[in-house]
T-cell receptor
């Protein structure tokens, strides 16, 4: 079945540091890939997405590139801010036509804390 | 703004009680989902519905039931609550198959349920 594995957290950084959160996946065909963010006390919201190999998703200074050859979708940001403190989830949606189509499979989440 | 709302936001109950969590959406989406979030486990799918007459079990449906009363409403019930159902519960929606190819989901703010 489909699965998503994220790097273990929590991650603690100083403001303006470089961020990488690793994400790898297992799925057949060409899934769509997502990063969701959950700020304290809130629901999840989509941060960025990529729907085909070599696509780069970007939003709010965050980027992730869909790497089919390494089955990865690592999240990066060049300079984090205190306001980026949140839980980050990598997720995939199976390719159309399969029995898992229409459902999201989530990684376990990575807690990011950014200090001033 | 079109939105996904959940009621209640917090609930404390006792073992053996019946609990209903409600979800409403004004996005006009066909698909609705219920997830639970536990620390270190990410989000796990409980039930999902692709339209009013279509209800499907997710990966952890035991102990839960759902009702899709209308396109806009999807309720989750715990018939006899137990302590290991203490968790954060999220409702989500997405467009139907014809409307979206990558299944972005939109989440409600969550319901924190504690079973004593």
């Amino acid at each position: 079945g489909n699965s998503v594995t994220q790097m273990e957290g929590p991650v603690t950084l100083s403001e303006e540091a470089f961020l990488t959160i690793n994400c790898t996946y297992t799925a057949t065909g060409y899934p769509s890939l997502f990063w969701y963010v959950q700020y304290p006390g809130e629901g999840l919201q989509l941060l960025l997405k990529a729907t085909k190999a070599d696509d780069k998703g970007s939003n709010k200074g965050f980027e992730a590139t869909y790497r089919k050859e390494t089955t990865s979708f690592h999240l990066e940001k060049g300079s984090v801010q205190v306001s980026d403190s949140a839980v980050y989830f990598c997720a995939l949606s199976a390719q159309a036509g399969g029995t898992s189509y229409g459902k999201l499979t989530f990684g376990q989440g990575t807690i990011l804390t950014v200090h001033p | 703004d079109a939105d996904v709302t959940q009621t209640p936001r917090n609930r404390i109950t006792k073992t053996g009680k019946r609990i209903m969590l409600e979800c409403s959406q004004t996005k006009g989406h066909d698909r609705m989902y219920w997830y639970r979030q536990d620390p270190g486990l990410g989000l796990r799918l409980i039930y999902y519905s692709f339209d009013v007459k279509d209800i499907n079990k997710g990966e952890i449906s035991d102990g839960y039931s759902v009702s899709r009363q209308a396109q806009a409403k999807f309720s989750l019930s715990l018939e006899s609550a137990i302590p290991n159902q203490t968790a954060l519960y999220f409702c989500a929606t997405s467009v139907g198959l014809a409307g979206g190819s990558y299944n972005e989901q939109f989440f409600g703010p969550g319901t924190r349920l504690t079973v004593l």
